[in-house]
Structures are given as C-alpha cells and as structure tokens.
C-alpha cells in the first residue's frame, strides 16, 4: 500500500509536552495537563453542557452566567505559586479539570476544587485528575489540599476518599470539610497501583483479546511478513474476524480484504501493521474511523533507525495517543494468546505455541522465537507472549499491571534491555512476585555497560549491582542466561513451590547423583541426610540398593517399580522439600517404563515439588500427568530447584514497611542542600556533610577544619591525643594511597611534621581535617548513590582500605523497609564479624539497621544527593559511628515518577 493509496496523511497531532497521558478505567487514553490560554471555549463547554443540579454541587448555588464565566477566568489564569489548574482532554476536547488556590503566600495547604463533564463521569478522570493535582501541589510545598463539598455530591466525596488512605472529613453546619494530604505513602501506593492494574486491563484488552483483527501488507507474495503474520492467524484458529489490507484489496487465501483501513467493516479492534516504516502514519491515521484501540507495528526503521527514525516514532506514537490508540513495537516480531476463547498468533514466528500458563515480555524478537521454540519442545507452556520492539508505548510495566490478575497467567518471564521507568517497574513488579513468580534475564551485565563513580558507593552501585538489588527486593528470579530463565520457568510454572530447603535425591546412576548432590549444594540447597525410620522403608522398598542415605544408588538394574516404590518411600517421609529423580538408561533396563512408574509417584504426591533427569533414554520432556520437568542434565535440574527454593523463601518473608525514625529534621536538611545547590556547590566540605548528617540523626566523628599546621596542633591539643589526620578535599578518594590520611599522631611534634604532606594529597586550599583517633571491632562502608533512572540505592559493606578487594557489600533501592536493613547485614560475607566471631563482642547490629534506615529516608527526601561515602563506618557494641564523610550534590530534573499514573511519553521515559 503506497502513500498515495493510503491517502493524504492529517496534520500529525501537536505533542502535549507538558502534558501527561494516563488511563481512564474503561482503558482509554486521556492526557492531563496545565489550563492553556487556548482551553476557554471547551472549559466553558464543560460547564455549559452540565445540569443544573451538577453546578448546585459544585457551586452550592445555581450559577448564573456571570459565575461560570468567572471560574472560567479563574482556572486559565497561568500557574504561579498560588494557583495551579489541570486540564484533562480525551479526543481533542476537555473533559474535566482541577484546580487550587493557596491560601496564603507560605502556607502548606490550598482549596481544591474539581469538576467532570457529565456525560464522562464514572470512568476515573476526577481520581486522575486530583493525583497530578496533588502531585503538583506537593511539588510546591503544599503538604494538604483542602475543599467543601456539599453531602449529596457522593462522586467526590467517593474521588477524595478513593485517592489515599490520609484523607480527612468533617461534617459543620451542612458542608463535609476535606483534607487530602498530598504526599504518598504506602496506602496511597497501593490505592494508585490498584487503580492502575484496572485501567491497564482494560486498555489492553482489544491488543490481547480482539474480536476482530486486520493485518495492513498482508499481500500474496510467499513470505512476505504481511502475508505469513496473516496465515498464522488463521492457521492458528483465531476465533474473531480477519480482514486483509493490500493494494489490489483481493481476498489473501479466503481472508477477505480491502485496499485501505477505512474501508474496513468496524469495528476492528487491533491492526497488525506490516507496511514501510515511512507509510505507517497513513495507516495509523484512519485507523480511528474504524474503531481501532490497538495496533502491533512490525515494520523496521523507526527509533532504532537514527535520528530520523527517532522522529518518526515520536509522530507515531503521538498519533496514536490522539486516536486512544495502544502500541506494540513498533519493529518487533508481534504477539500471541493462547487462550481457547482468542486463539491469537499475530506474529512471524516459525513456531506455533503450545497453550499453558507461562506470560513471556521481551524486547527481542529472536529471544521470543527462542522462548516459543522451547515450550514447543518441553514446555511450560504460554499463556501471551508479547514481543515489545522498540516499546514505544506498551512496555513491561504495562504487561506485569495486566498479567496481575489475568487468571490464564501464573508465571512471567522477562528478557529486558533496557527499563522505560524502572522506579515504576521495582513497584509494580514487587507486587507481582507476591503472587506469581516472575523470572527476568536482563542483558547488559558486562563491564562495558558499567558507569565508575568518584567514590567507594557510586563504583558499587554500577547498573548490573543495582539490578540486581532491584530484582533481589522485588523477588523476582534473576538468571545469566535465556536458557537458566526457560529451565527455571518448567520449575515455577504450575509445579507446587518449594516449602523448604531440603532436597532429596533418588537416582540409578551414583556418579549423577553424587553431581545433582554436588550443584544443589552449590546453588543453595541442602541435601540432608534421610532418618532412621525412611532408610528403613527404602531396606525394604529397594533391598539391592547401593546407598540409602540421600542420594539414593538404587543401581543400574533397579526396576520401575522399584524405583517408584524408594521414590514414594521418601516422597511420604516428609523429610524432603522437593524431590529429584536421576534415571540413566541402559541396553538393559526400560527407562521409558521406569518414568511412567515415577510419574504415577510424582500425581500422588501433587504438593512435593519433583524434577526428573533421563540421561541416554530418550528426550521425555515430562513426567505424570502434572507435567514435572524432567531434564537432560543433573546441573540444570539442581539449579532451576534451588531457584524455585530461593523464590518460595522470598515469597514465605514478610514484606516489611517504612518505619518512623525520631529526631529526624527533614526541612533543615533540605535548606542546607538548596543553599548547596544555589552556591554551585557539588562535593561539600566536612561541616556541611556532617549538617546535613546530623539533621537525620546520623552520627558522625567530630573533626576539626584546619589549614596551618599551627591551626592543626592546637586542634590536636584540644581534641586530645592520638589523632588522626587526613585531607579535608572532599573530592580526594582514596586518602590512605596518595598520602592524605595519618594515624596514630601521639603528639604536637607528629601533628606539625606530618601536615604539609596531607594538605598536599588533596586540592590547596581545602585544609586538613584533624580528628580524635577512635577503633572498633569491624571497619564498615555505608553509603548512597543516586541514579536518574533507578533512583537512589542503599549501600553497606565491609569497609577500610580493603572495600575494592573484597567486594563484600549490598545494595537496596529506596525506599528501604526495617526488613531489607536487616536483610542487608545478614546478607554480607563478614555478617559472621558482626554476631560475635570466635568469641568476640557482637556489634549493636540494631544500630546498625538503624543508620541504614535513615540512609534510606535520607535518599529518598533529598535526590539531590548524588553519592555519599561513609568510610570507615566503625561498628562495635556501644553503637556505630562514621569517621569519614564524603557527600557530592547534583540538581535533580526529568527523572521518571514511580507514582503518578502515566504512559510512556512520546519522548520515550
């Protein structure tokens, strides 16, 4: 279909820019933003078209005409400190708006008010509409929004209690005063996700649950993605409506077809677009006349193609946008469903699925043939697959939203690339793995991909680590590889979890046993010993067994129902958590017989996890009517185990919450940090740092500012000898290796000599700081480090001089629970220095927790805060102190909002 026959294409729609698309909760498409100068005509028609008893509620009187025209006025007003009013548009015109007044210069709270045209109450808008309100008041320093509402007006009072769990009301002389407090927490959150798992459902539906789909290029040339995206929607028995769109509009084998968009019989919910990259906007342009809500562009040449094909996916997506329009890809290999009631295969995939229960996201069209190929041949298998491309709109957080509480889903794999909004992912993903697991395989781990920071926490927090914290917190199952992720997903896709730790393993080769003994261990599980009472079963079960102690030898020659009687024997013994059976195949017995037994065992017992290992009897995939995994090596099948251990562990855990810290001042802080930020400052000298330290209750050893070595001996003198010495640069890393730190100074003597050589490590005139020299059983390294996309990460870990060489650290996004700040020590390869080593004092671990806590409260109030090193961080049984601070400021724009429900911008964040 060329240019031409498609039609001359509209003016692409104007980008909202400061604007923001969101979802209503039937799934459209609404964008939000500020009142323009330009608005009057369609605010005023807001009003104009609404009933008499809706301008009651919202006036509390009748309006006349001069009323209206004048909150009119009001609301396009430009923003200011004072005055901020939000716009929500759908299809071109506005469909409602919000506004506040500050009611003082100073104050910390406004008057809201809000109103929706009648015809589009019901669908979310007041709720959207009061969350970017609250956003931007928040911003502004406006802690509380406030407002009358009349009692019969039920949908607001229902918006404003429906948007967080702070809202206050009471009822004086006829009116319901309101109080909505403007920041969230985690009520609020969780109301917001909430909110945004419906809409997202709803959006996606006509994408993975159409009625009727039409495939744009789908010629009659052998081959041709159009044609063969086509075919296997047919092949693959989609139960809706199937249109072709070509040049000549001739039928594609029996599918009917038409030679433009427009002509098509509506309403057809999704298009499969197979055109040049440069005649997609045509297509997408007349899409809206025949009702489409989705599309799945497959065509190549857009925002991987350079800076031209950049701008062409901006135009399409902001095309899209205006029609209410939902994007796959584009440049991606399409999407499945499997369900019975769909039957959807709308991609160029060469391999057909098998139906099951997995949900695959990947960005990777060659990883999702790879995915579908392997559940062909071994399961689990797919509920929907979505090849996601370029992600121009349709990203993972989109899907894990929909996959929620899609019942045909109870497992997702993810193979990503990148993160759009990985603050929103960490949430959204987090809330998942609750319920289902999620496995993830994130390329990008080299060392090339890594970014090195100007100290100890910065170099620490390098994009692999802070994924990997990501995917810890969340729960999600991490693998190196796409088929460590597959081997895995046969674990945790309808297999019961795992209740504990322990492993049992029943086999007929002892050398393949002793290796599936050999990697449990080596990737976390244990494989204990069997009691008294079950060795005593197997003597009876398998009388020729060469060992029965876990492993189980039942030899080369034991029998299927010899091998299905040991194998029950310890099923019902209670004393595994999961069970592994290694079968070898010989000339001389029947292995196809011997997991046909064991399959019969693994349906008795459908609460025990069971994974099976065939070596040189065939390539079974499965065992028992439950479908357990069997495969080809012992490694594979210990590890995908001890992952589906490792998730049941994490899922068993309380989640933890954010607890109250006192003595935190959290308006000092942030002024000592504009002032900052103001000056031009970035790395802060020591004064500031420890002020800003204090302010959150984190302790931090006094030190004094020096720069003479008069100014030095006399600080010593006052502080009290020994001392400490070491540059007071801020900016000066590793002091101890360029001659910037001193100790054990034990006079005035040994002050003087040695201070031109610390001054000289570090930048002239930056001084030399000078300290009381203090010890502690364990040297640690605490710290932050702030990334524009993930936000700020949490680090602590062995410390000193030997932090690079050990590498003994972890990392937690904010925010931190009072359960990761235990987790975090507990977690570390010298937790053991910390409980009481060989006879040693422990340390005040709960001092500990609570500095990481406040670290953790620290980044999340102030972003400006781009790295903070403290190390030493000395930790004893009195407490934890820091000996040293380094604090480097960084103004903070344009990061993605973990919170307020958006799309993803036409600009791509």
């Not at 290992?613 to 995939?621: F, M, N, P, S, Y």
Request: with cysteine; aromatic share 4%; glycine share 10%.
């Amino acid at each position: 279909m060329t240019t031409a026959e498609a039609g001359a294409r509209g003016p692409v729609p104007a980008d909202p820019g400061d604007g923001a698309d969101a979802l209503t909760t039937d799934g459209a498409v609404v964008t939000l933003r500020p009142v323009r100068a330009g608005d009057r005509a369609g605010i005023a028609a807001v009003f104009d078209e609404a009933s008499k008893e809706s301008l009651r509620l919202r006036f509390f009187v009748s309006p006349g005409t001069s009323t209206v025209a004048a909150e009119v006025d009001r609301l396009l007003r430009p923003d200011d400190e004072r005055h901020v009013a939000v716009v929500a548009v759908l299809g071109g015109r506005p469909v409602g708006v919000a506004s506040y007044e500050r009611t003082g210069d100073r104050s910390r709270r406004a008057e809201f008010a809000a109103f929706v045209a009648e015809h589009q109450r019901g669908r979310g808008i007041g709720t959207l509409l009061l969350e970017q309100l609250a956003v931007r008041a928040h911003d502004h320093g406006i802690t509380e929004l406030v407002g009358e509402v009349l009692p019969g007006n039920v949908r607001m009072l229902k918006v404003a209690r429906d948007l967080t769990g702070r809202v206050r009301s009471r009822f004086t002389d006829g009116i319901v005063d309101i109080g909505i407090t403007t920041g969230t927490d985690e009520s609020a959150e969780l109301a917001i996700d909430v909110r945004d798992r419906v809409a997202e459902r709803a959006s996606l539906h006509a994408v993975l649950a159409p009625s009727a789909v039409a495939v744009v290029g789908a010629g009659h040339h052998p081959g041709g993605v159009g044609r063969e995206t086509l075919l296997a929607l047919r092949s693959y028995g989609f139960t809706g409506r199937l249109y072709a769109v070509n040049r000549g509009g001739a039928p594609v084998d029996g599918v009917p077809a038409y030679r433009h968009v427009r002509d098509l019989p509506a309403p057809v919910d999704l298009l499969v677009v197979a055109v040049p990259a440069d005649q997609v906007l045509d297509v997408l342009a007349e899409a809206g006349s025949v009702g489409v809500h989705g599309a799945v562009v497959l065509s190549a040449g857009f925002g991987e193609d350079g800076a031209a094909g950049r701008q062409l996916q901006h135009d399409l997506l902001v095309s899209a946008r205006a029609q209410g329009i939902r994007l796959v890809g584009p440049n991606c290999l399409g999407l499945l469903n499997t369900a019975q009631a769909v039957r959807l295969n709308a991609s160029f995939a060469p391999v057909a699925p098998r139906p099951g229960a997995l949900a695959v996201a990947a960005q990777s069209g060659a990883v999702a043939i790879a995915v579908l190929e392997s559940a062909a041949r071994y399961g689990p298998g797919i509920s929907t697959l979505v090849s996601l491309g370029n992600k121009a709109d349709i990203s993972g957080n989109d899907l894990i939203a929909y996959w929620h509480d899609d019942p045909a889903t109870h497992a997702v794999a993810l193979y990503l690339e990148s993160f759009g909004n990985p603050r929103k992912f960490a949430r959204t993903v987090r809330a998942l793995s609750r319920r289902k697991p999620v496995l993830a395989v994130k390329s990008g781990r080299s060392l090339a991909g890594q970014r090195a920071g100007a100290s100890h926490t910065a170099a620490a927090a390098a994009p692999a680590a802070t994924v990997d914290a990501l995917f810890e917190q969340a729960g999600v199952v991490r693998t190196d590889s796409l088929g460590e992720l597959l081997d895995a997903a046969r674990m945790l896709t309808d297999q019961p979890l795992p209740a504990g730790d322990r492993l049992a393993v029943v086999g007929n080769a002892g050398g393949l046993n002793v290796l599936a003994a050999d990697a449990a261990e080596g990737n976390g599980l244990r494989v204990p010993p069997l009691s008294p009472a079950t060795v005593a079963r197997l003597a009876v079960a398998a009388p020729a067994a060469a060992a029965t102690a876990n492993p189980v030898d039942l030899g080369a020659g034991a029998s299927a129902a010899t091998f299905a009687a040991a194998a029950a024997a310890v099923a019902e013994s209670g004393e595994a958590d999961a069970l592994l059976l290694v079968v070898i195949g010989t000339r001389a017995n029947a292995p196809a017989d011997i997991l046909t037994a064991l399959g019969s065992v693994a349906d008795e017992h459908p609460e025990l996890p069971v994974a099976a290992v065939l070596v040189g009897g065939g390539d079974a995939a499965i065992l028992g009517a439950r479908r357990a995994p069997v495969f080809d090596l012992p490694e594979r099948a210990a590890a995908a185990l001890a992952r589906a251990a490792s998730y049941a562990a994490w899922r068993r855990e309380p989640l933890g919450h954010r607890p109250r810290l006192t003595g935190v001042d959290a308006d000092r802080a942030a002024a000592l940090v504009r002032e900052a930020l103001a000056e031009g400052s970035t790395w802060l000298p020591y004064e500031r740092t420890a002020a800003i330290l204090a302010a959150y209750g984190i302790t931090i050893l006094p030190a004094a500012v020096t720069h003479t070595g008069r100014q030095a001996v006399a600080a010593a003198d006052r502080i009290g000898y020994p001392v400490v010495m070491k540059s007071a640069d801020p900016a000066l890393v590793h002091k101890s290796d360029t001659g910037g730190v001193r100790l054990g100074l034990a006079d005035a003597a040994a002050v003087a000599r040695q201070y031109d050589t610390v001054a000289a490590a570090g930048q002239t005139g930056r001084g030399v700081l000078v300290q009381r020299q203090v010890s502690a059983p364990v040297e640690l390294l605490a710290g932050l480090a702030h990334d524009r996309l993930f936000g700020s990460v949490v680090l602590l870990g062995l410390g000193g001089v030997r932090t690079e060489l050990f590498g003994d650290r972890a990392l937690r996004l904010v925010p931190v629970t009072d359960l990761d700040a235990g987790r975090m020590w507990r977690g570390l390869r010298c937790a053991p220095l910390l409980t009481g080593y060989r006879g040693a004092a422990p340390v005040d671990t709960a001092a500990l927790e609570d500095l990481v806590l406040r670290l953790g409260r620290l980044a999340e109030d102030l972003p400006e805060i781009a790295e903070l090193d403290l190390n030493p961080v000395l930790a004893g049984p009195d407490g934890v102190v820091a000996v040293d601070a380094k604090l480097r400021l960084a103004p903070v724009s344009g990061e993605p909002d973990a919170v307020t429900r958006r799309l993803r911008s036409a600009g791509g964040s």
